[in-house]
């Protein structure tokens, strides 16, 4: 079982989540409502899950494949449904950049293994949201 003790800082929304390791997470909300910028919201961590998610896949996949990735840097965007409540996300992309010496057909291989079969935050999303991705690879960086 998983996990994450959440304690508020401040008297507003600023929040402190913690795993059972000591890692720490900070939630704020929006100014709008009263937040102070001082954390990630939720549903921006949710698509920074996504992408961490997805790298780890990719990472090792491109090990097996004896694949020299020097470096990966992800853009991760997200359209959520207007003026409702509660508000889903219904579109998410991911963009990979992949550094190194890499085969094309590798690295697309990976990332379509990683996005459309492994990556449990993506097929959560997939829910209720489309997800695409597209990849590029940047050769000796």
């Known amino acids: 079982?998983?996990?994450i003790e959440l304690a508020r800082i401040d008297d507003d929304y600023n929040m402190e989540a913690v795993n059972e390791s000591g890692n720490k997470i900070l939630f704020d909300g929006?100014?709008?409502i009263g937040g102070h910028n001082r954390g990630m919201r939720p549903m921006q961590t949710l698509l920074a899950a996504f992408g961490s998610c997805s790298a780890i896949d990719i990472i090792s996949i491109l090990r097996k494949q004896r694949e020299e990735l020097k470096d990966i840097k992800i853009s991760v965007t997200g359209e959520r449904q207007k003026d409702v409540t509660p508000s889903?996300?219904?579109e998410v992309h991911a963009?990979?950049?992949l550094y190194g010496n890499i085969d094309q057909d590798k690295a697309q291989k990976a990332v379509s293994l990683s996005v459309d079969k492994y990556c449990s935050v993506a097929?959560?999303?997939e829910k209720t949201a489309k997800?695409?991705?597209s990849f590029e690879v940047v050769r000796n960086a």
């Open 1 to 3: 079982m998983i996990k």
């Open 30 to 32: 929006a100014p709008e």
């Open 88 to 90: 889903l996300y219904t």
């Open 95 to 97: 963009h990979y950049k």
């Open 123 to 125: 097929k959560t999303l």
């Open 131 to 133: 997800v695409t991705y």
